[in-house]
């Protein structure tokens, strides 16, 4: 899973990346479905990484809740192209 082994850079506790890795999962499953063309198995590790360092960042910025940083990773990748 990429947000593990960046994770293990980020300095969060362990509570914190599990819930990181939790809103990891969250979204990846809920893009994954969605049908858009980076969720595309040959697009599919480039994704998973940006989707895992977007909720990094994310989370560097003070949020903690899983919801709002699986639904802000959604956002994140579907806006590109």
Request: contains cysteine.
């Amino acid at each position: 899973m990429p947000i593990r082994s960046l994770l293990e850079r980020g300095g969060f506790t362990p509570e914190m990346t599990q819930a990181l890795a939790n809103a990891f999962e969250k979204a990846w499953h809920e893009f994954k479905s969605s049908g858009h063309p980076l969720a595309d198995a040959s697009c599919e590790a480039a994704t998973r990484a940006l989707l895992a360092k977007r909720i990094i960042e994310t989370a560097r910025t003070g949020e903690q809740r899983t919801d709002r940083l699986a639904k802000d990773g959604i956002s994140y990748l579907a806006q590109l192209n």
